[in-house]
């Protein structure tokens, strides 16, 4: 099972990133998916996560109203639009398949990417 992001980097704070996840290796849509994300010196937090059919997200306080996350089953991708980026934004973006297809919060994630770079300059 592979699951790689791309779409990191660079921007000012008010700008915007799209991060793409790709997975291969597993029936993507057996799968709700997930964006966690880890500052330096900070825990690993649930950023934002969608069930198999996108009919159930979740996203955190912090980037509620700001991100949105959609999926492509058919392409068997996973993406975060980033918007209103702020420097607190700034961590390793990680993609996560949840071992149900559904439950998000409190889900067991079985396969994670590799991580993508966002850094936000104020």
């Known amino acids: 099972v592979q699951l790689v992001e791309s779409g990191g980097g660079l921007v000012q704070a008010g700008g915007s990133l799209r991060l793409s996840c790709a997975m291969s290796g597993r029936i993507f849509s057996y799968h709700a998916m997930a964006w966690f994300r880890q500052a330096p010196g900070k825990e690993r937090e649930l950023v934002s996560g969608?069930?198999?059919?996108?009919?159930?997200?979740y996203y955190s306080d912090s980037v509620n109203g700001r991100f949105t996350i959609s999926r492509d089953n058919a392409r068997n991708e996973v993406y975060l639009q980033m918007n209103s980026l702020k420097p607190e934004d700034s961590a390793v973006y990680y993609c996560?398949?949840?071992?149900?297809?559904?439950?998000?919060?409190?889900?067991?994630?079985?396969?994670w990417g590799q991580g993508t770079q966002v850094t936000v300059s104020s």
């Open positions: 996560a398949a949840a071992r149900g297809p559904n439950r998000i919060v409190g889900e067991t994630y079985d396969y």
């Open positions: 969608i069930s198999w059919t996108g009919g159930t997200k």
